[in-house]
């Protein structure tokens, strides 16, 4: 790894100049919709609320990846743009190539999909020890509720502000750690993917407390974990959020049948079934 000071020089100019990288920006957002589309077309009606069942391990992952795709992929227009200006101004090309650009997506995709097997592990032990301690007729409400509250501390944390500061620089980020090839871009990916770990982590949690097949809280998540990213002074958004998140989060668990944006349980507790094999 190696440094390159000028970097950030000739890919502001990059960024300044061209269509192309907008080319790009489009292709990351289009991805983001054809997800969200199989997300409405293939999981709507999967959602049983808090404690959703994540059913086998294949089919989580196939759905954790669409969800990826669809969630998190629209935060990461900024920094897929400024990687095709980057690699455009290093190689004197009109276009990124195609190869190093979905290698560093790749990357990035490995950390989260990471993220979501550690999650599928600690669901799956929770369930095998005692599905009862998460049933919503017992501490389903407090559990929840207390997964909120910890998102919203998280959220004016320091470390939170470390990372969404790396999440927010991609020019810096690439300035320091660049490396070459299609090794390096998926290197580069998976060193952003676990700062964006980092940075969203607790936001994604709350899916998994809240039921991670419930598509209201897949949107207003993504608007979330869009505007911190992407906007300007998207940083400054973390007293909202986290004031949001404390609220539902006490709500969901002193009065969870008043709580909003909960589906709720029409026949018996779905939350204390077994992870089906």
Same mark, same amino acid.
């Given at each position: 790894?190696?440094?390159?000071?000028?970097?950030?020089?000739?890919?502001?100019?990059?960024?300044?100049?061209?269509?192309?990288?907008?080319?790009?920006? /489009?292709? @990351?957002?289009?991805?983001?919709?054809?997800?969200?589309?199989?997300?409405?077309?293939?999981?709507?009606?999967?959602?049983?609320?808090?404690?959703?069942?994540?059913?086998?391990?294949?089919?989580?992952?196939?759905?954790?990846?669409? /969800?990826?795709?669809?969630? #998190?992929?629209?935060?990461?227009?900024?920094?897929?743009?400024?990687?095709?200006?980057? %690699?455009?101004?290093?190689?004197?090309?009109?276009?990124?190539?195609?190869?190093?650009?979905?290698?560093?997506?790749?990357?990035?995709?490995?950390?989260?999909?990471?993220?979501?097997?550690?999650?599928?592990?600690?669901? %799956?032990?929770?369930?095998?020890?005692?599905?009862?301690?998460?049933?919503?007729?017992?501490?389903?409400?407090?559990?929840?509720?207390?997964?909120?509250?910890?998102?919203?501390?998280?959220?004016?944390?320091?470390?939170?502000?470390?990372?969404?500061?790396?999440?927010?620089?991609?020019?810096?980020?690439?300035?320091?750690?660049?490396?070459?090839?299609?090794?390096?871009?998926?290197? #580069?990916?998976?060193?952003?993917?676990?700062?964006?770990?980092?940075?969203?982590?607790?936001?994604?949690?709350?899916?998994?407390? @809240?039921?991670?097949?419930?598509?209201?809280? /897949?949107?207003?998540?993504?608007?979330?974990?869009?505007?911190?990213?992407?906007?300007?002074?998207?940083?400054?958004?973390?007293?909202?959020?986290?004031?949001?998140?404390?609220? /539902?989060?006490?709500?969901?668990?002193?009065?969870?049948?008043?709580?909003?944006?909960?589906?709720?349980?029409?026949?018996?507790?779905?939350?204390?079934?077994?992870?089906?094999?």
């Amino acid at each position: 790894m190696r440094a390159v000071p000028s970097l950030s020089r000739s890919a502001v100019s990059a960024l300044g100049r061209g269509q192309p990288v907008l080319g790009w920006t /489009m292709v @990351v957002l289009l991805a983001s919709l054809a997800a969200w589309l199989g997300v409405l077309v293939f999981m709507a009606g999967m959602d049983e609320g808090p404690g959703t069942p994540l059913h086998n391990l294949p089919a989580f992952l196939v759905g954790w990846v669409v /969800m990826l795709t669809a969630m #998190m992929l629209p935060s990461e227009v900024n920094y897929v743009a400024a990687f095709a200006a980057v %690699l455009r101004s290093r190689n004197g090309v009109s276009v990124a190539p195609v190869r190093l650009v979905a290698s560093f997506i790749a990357g990035y995709g490995v950390a989260w999909i990471a993220y979501g097997l550690a999650a599928y592990l600690l669901d %799956l032990l929770v369930r095998t020890i005692s599905p009862e301690m998460i049933a919503w007729n017992r501490a389903g409400p407090y559990i929840a509720g207390t997964v909120l509250v910890i998102a919203g501390v998280y959220q004016i944390s320091s470390l939170k502000h470390v990372c969404l500061t790396g999440c927010r620089t991609p020019l810096s980020f690439f300035g320091r750690y660049w490396r070459e090839g299609s090794a390096g871009a998926v290197a #580069m990916g998976v060193r952003h993917g676990l700062v964006c770990v980092g940075c969203c982590w607790a936001l994604m949690a709350v899916m998994f407390a @809240v039921g991670v097949m419930s598509l209201t809280w /897949m949107a207003l998540l993504t608007l979330f974990m869009f505007a911190e990213k992407v906007l300007p002074k998207g940083e400054k958004l973390a007293i909202p959020i986290a004031s949001f998140l404390w609220a /539902m989060g006490i709500w969901i668990a002193v009065s969870p049948a008043t709580a909003p944006l909960l589906r709720r349980h029409c026949k018996g507790d779905a939350v204390s079934r077994k992870v089906s094999n």
